[in-house]
């Protein structure tokens, strides 16, 4: 079937600390992966992609590769800012489907 | 840029109510999806449209329906509202090939006394 899996949180970290959250997937077939990002009191945006194996998806500085061979999407940033705190979500797309199955998500407080 | 309209950002409701979420896209795309999210269960799928008088059952849908009576427009209606049923609720659209990812709207949270 088809999971993800990603870091439990929450995540607390200082401005400018370099930033990394876990996904690995399950899925049959070859997904597309996303992480998407929920800013307090919103709904959930995309924030990045991949469709492909080795791909790297990138945006606002986040960054995350797809790997075929251990199964993962991790999130990373090198510098995180006060305002990159919010819930993060990684999602699959199966090719062979009709919906997105996401991660239970973490959360991420970025303090000055 | 699509623009997905959820009626109201929070709602109270009694228990046992009838309730109506709804869901407006501005836009053509035939899929439309509503979850719920609570915290620790990450995003859960509910109900599911492709089209016009089409749905199908996510991975929750018990107490739940859902109406699509015109493309643009995706109602999830609790049909005896309960305190189990308080959470956030997210619309989100799509367009047939969903690895272009989903759009959603600003959510609804629901809360059932």
């Known amino acids: 079937g088809n999971s993800v899996t990603q870091m439990e949180g929450p995540v607390t970290l200082s401005e400018e600390a370099f930033l990394t959250i876990n996904c690995t997937y399950t899925a049959t077939g070859y997904p597309s992966l996303f992480w998407y990002v929920q800013y307090p009191g919103e709904g959930l945006q995309l924030l990045l992609k991949a469709t492909k194996a080795d791909d790297k998806g990138s945006n606002k500085g986040f960054e995350a590769t797809y790997r075929k061979e251990t199964t993962s999407f991790h999130l990373e940033k090198g510098s995180v800012q006060v305002s990159d705190s919010a819930v993060y979500f990684c999602?699959?797309?199966?090719?062979?489907?009709?919906?997105?199955?996401f991660g239970t998500g973490t959360s991420l407080t970025v303090i000055p | 840029d699509v623009k997905v309209t959820q009626s109201s950002r929070y709602l109270v409701k009694r228990t046992g109510e009838k309730v109506f979420l709804e869901c407006v896209q501005d836009m053509d795309h035939e899929n439309m999806f509503w979850y719920r999210q609570d915290p620790g269960l990450g995003l859960r799928l509910i109900y599911f449209s492709y089209d016009v008088k089409m749905k199908e059952k996510g991975d929750i849908p018990e107490g739940y329906s859902v109406s699509r009576e015109k493309k643009e427009r995706f109602s999830l209606i609790l049909e005896s509202a309960s305190t189990n049923q308080t959470s956030m609720y997210l619309c989100?659209?799509?367009?047939?090939?969903?690895?272009?990812?989903?759009?959603f709207g600003s959510g609804t949270r629901l809360t059932v006394v």
């Open positions: 999602a699959l797309y199966p090719n062979t489907g009709n919906q997105f199955y």
């Open positions: 989100a659209i799509g367009i047939s090939q969903g690895n272009y990812g989903y759009t």
